[in-house]
T-cell receptor
Framework: GESVGLHLPTLSVQEGDNSIINCAYSNSASDYFIWYKQESGKGPQFIIDIRSNMDKRQGQRVTVLLNKTVKHLSLQIAATQPGDSAVYFCAEKDPDYKLSFGAGTTVTVRA | DSGVTQTPKHLITATGQRVTLRCSPRSGDLSVYWYQQSLDQGLQFLIQYYNGEERAKGNILERFSAQQFPDLHSELNLSSLELGDSALYFC???????????FGNGTRLTVT
């Protein structure tokens, strides 16, 4: 079956540096992509989304890049802070409304 | 706070039993989604309802069922529970098509 996956299960980053979290997807029919952040004991929290007719979208300290040619999605976090430590998931929505999640990347911010 | 409320927060029960998990979506959201999160499997889509009707189905076991009521709250029923059903169960809601899902804080189910 087709699924969303992340390149790396863990990422360690120095506080103040920029973080890049990558995600590969395989369903070329997916038209909507979302990044979520999940902290311990909480549900996934929406960070930023992007539609398939765009290739870049910026939020507050975050940028999502979509490369449909290679089916790649990335989340960039500027000036990473301790509060950014969490598990990050990418998710893709297919035309049948199903939102599928990747396995997640655990980001640890070093002081 | 996402606006999605799930109860109970924790549930401990024995194998073979049946439980009901409840979800109240964000005000105005018509879609409700259920996901299961196990320790080693990430978030697995179970089922989606839109305004009371089933819209999409994922890898939901036959022992599991769900429904969405006229007031838009939803319940996930898990029966003949097995040890492997121990997991976090998340509910999410969304508004119009193409809008992000907003998740509750989950129900942690432990089957002993």
């Amino acid at each position: 079956g087709e699924s969303v996956g992340l390149h790396l299960p863990t990422l360690s980053v120095q506080e103040g540096d920029n973080s890049i979290i990558n995600c590969a997807y395989s369903n070329s029919a997916s038209d909507y992509f979302i990044w979520y952040k999940q902290e311990s004991g909480k549900g996934p929290q929406f960070i930023i989304d992007i539609r398939s007719n765009m290739d870049k979208r910026q939020g507050q300290r975050v940028t999502v890049l979509l490369n449909k040619t290679v089916k790649h999605l990335s989340l960039q976090i500027a000036a990473t802070q301790p509060g950014d430590s969490a598990v990050y998931f990418c998710a893709e929505k297919d035309p049948d409304y199903k939102l599928s999640f990747g396995a997640g990347t655990t980001v640890t911010v070093r002081a | 706070d996402s606006g999605v409320t799930q109860t109970p927060k924790h549930l401990i029960t024995a194998t073979g039993q049946r439980v009901t998990l409840r979800c109240s979506p964000r005000s105005g959201d018509l879609s409700v989604y259920w996901y299961q999160q196990s320790l080693d499997q990430g978030l697995q889509f179970l089922i989606q309802y839109y305004n009371g009707e089933e819209r999409a189905k994922g890898n939901i076991l036959e022992r599991f069922s769900a429904q969405q009521f006229p007031d838009l709250h939803s319940e996930l029923n898990l029966s003949s529970l097995e040890l492997g059903d121990s997991a976090l169960y998340f509910c999410a809601s969304s508004g119009e098509a193409g809008s992000p899902l907003h998740f509750g804080n989950g129900t942690r189910l432990t089957v002993t």
